[in-house]
Structures are given as structure tokens and as C-alpha cells.
């Protein structure tokens, strides 16, 4: 039985100060940072002893998990666990990357988003560069707005063809054919995030493959709908795997829509979903290098 698990914790805090992000700059009470911290070790323990599946986790945080030591030593030691096929997580790459030299780097990886403003494009291609150094999976990411497009077109062509830079579309922001193009020069999977899914009663992995786990333990099919099916704790969530169809009328975020089976993006990425990196990347060598330049 393999089981993707995306886990998400009360932390909510972050260093960075996106103008787009409800969860800038906000600091977390240090009750609850103790609390985040009591629920990841909780979740860590179940990981360990749970040997009869065969595991992949996505840690995806309001805010920025890799700034805390609990999460980098919780990646570090489920790395090493033989039933975890994969333990990744959502970072803005602020922090240093060398505690990953303790990880078992076949499993260990890094979905990372580039934020313009935040970080410069140097220091984030040197956290890169350390990732490279280490052996470590990863995947960059952009937000598509059109004051990133300069940064993201210079971003892509400072990186190795080997980094797949996907771009999601922004939050109410709507392309015209003109600018989908410019961004699908960047990442030829853009059309996937710029359109959102009709997903009503179709077919999702979430709920019989993949679930959505809460630092409480309680089990959703995904993130994206608010009813629980179990919790981790207790075991409920076992019986409760099964197919179904979604119940939302469409579907717009990668970690969810990846799970979609109509739309086949499981074989699309397989072997990096939770990281998000397509199987067959780089696709051609002339179709990333100088792309949208
Ligand atoms: S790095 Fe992520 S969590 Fe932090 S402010 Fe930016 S978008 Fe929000
Ligand atoms: S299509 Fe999206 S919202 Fe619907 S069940 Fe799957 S992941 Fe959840």
C-alpha cells in the first residue's frame, strides 16, 4: 500500500514579507510554535511506526517550516526510514541547506519558490548550488505575476537546464493569450496552474492514495475540503481510504490537482510528485535554455 501524506502544522509564521501572502512577516506565540513542534514529533513517531506502508510526505506549512530545527530534523530522520519513499517540503530557501548532508538524499527533496524581493536572485542560486553540491532534489517555483516575469526569465536562465522551474498562476489574476505564453516559455506545464479544474465528481486519488493530515491528527482527502475522513491517531483513517469522487467544483492548487485522475499528471510527474518535478525533465535541452529571453 503506498500512502502520500501532505502534512500541515499550526505553525504559521514566516520570515519572508510577500505582498501576496496572508502569513508575511507573521510571528508566531511561542505556545504555539511548542505546539507545532509536540504535533510534528506526534506525526514523526506515527511515520516510524507505521512500516506496513509504504509512505511519501509533503510538509506544507502556512508559513516557513525550514527556519525551525524541528522540521529539519524531522525530514533528516524520516529520510532514513526504509517505508518513506519520499519526505519533502515547501520552502522559501531562506536557511542554510548543509543540515541536509545528515539526510538520506534519495529521499529527502525540496519544493522551493523563488520570491522576488525577498531573497536576492544570487543568494537564492547559491542555496541552490548547495542543493546541487549535496545531491539534493528540488524543484523552483515562481509565483506569476507580471512584475516577477524579468526575475523568473533570469531566474531560468541562471539555473541548470536539469531544475525544472514551474510558475504557479496568481491568486485572481487573469492571462491573456499574449502573457500565458510568456510564462509557458518559462514552464511548459503552465496551462496546468493557469486554468483551474473542473473537478466536480471526478475522480481523485485524494482520499483513497494521498490525504491531508493536520498537526491534531485529523485526516481530509486533501486540503482543499474541510470534512474529515479519520484521524491518523485512532486508525479511522485506514477503513476510510477509498475512491471518490471530488465534491468541490473545481480544483486550482498543484498539491491537489496532481492527485486528479482524469487529468493523468501522477504519471507526469511520477517519481516527483510531492516535489514536483515531471518525470521527463529536462524535456529538450533547446526548450528551456535562454526560454522567454
Ligand atoms: S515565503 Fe511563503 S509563507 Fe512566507 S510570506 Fe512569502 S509566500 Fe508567504
Ligand atoms: S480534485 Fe482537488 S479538491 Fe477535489 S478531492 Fe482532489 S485534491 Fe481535493
Known sequence: ???????????????????????????????????????????????????????????????????????????????????????????????????????????????????????TRERFLERCTGLRRLGVRFSVGVVGLP????????????????????????????????????WTALDPLFGHSVRPHLSLDRPCHAGETAISVQGDGSVRRCHFIAEPIGNLYDGSWRPALRPRGCTNAVCDCHIGYVHLKPLGLRDVFAGGVLERIPAAWPPQRATVSGAGR
Open 1 to 119: 500500500m503506498n500512502l502520500s501524506i501532505l502534512y500541515r502544522g499550526p505553525l504559521a509564521s514566516c520570515n519572508y514579507d510577500c505582498p501576496y501572502c496572508p502569513f508575511a512577516k507573521r510571528v508566531d506565540p511561542p505556545e504555539l510554535l511548542r505546539a507545532d513542534r509536540a504535533a510534528l514529533e506526534r506525526f514523526a513517531a506515527w511515520v516510524e511506526a507505521t512500516t506496513d506502508v509504504q509512505l511519501s510526505v509533503l510538509f506544507t506549512p502556512w508559513g516557513e517550516g525550514l527556519t525551525r530545527s524541528w522540521y529539519r530534523d524531522t525530514i533528516v530522520r524520516l529520510s532514513h526510514l526504509p517505508h518513506v519513499e519520499r519526505v519533502a517540503i515547501q520552502t522559501n530557501l531562506a536557511a542554510r541547506v548543509d543540515w541536509l548532508a545528515e539526510a538520506d538524499r534519495n529521499t529527502a527533496a525540496l519544493w522551493t519558490t523563488y520570491h522576488p524581493g525577498q531573497i
Open 147 to 182: 512584475e516577477h516575469l524579468a526575475e523568473a526569465r533570469a531566474l531560468r536562465a541562471d539555473l541548470p537546464d536539469e531544475v525544472y522551474l514551474w510558475v504557479n498562476a496568481a491568486e485572481g489574476h487573469r492571462y491573456d493569450a499574449e502573457q500565458e505564453a510568456h
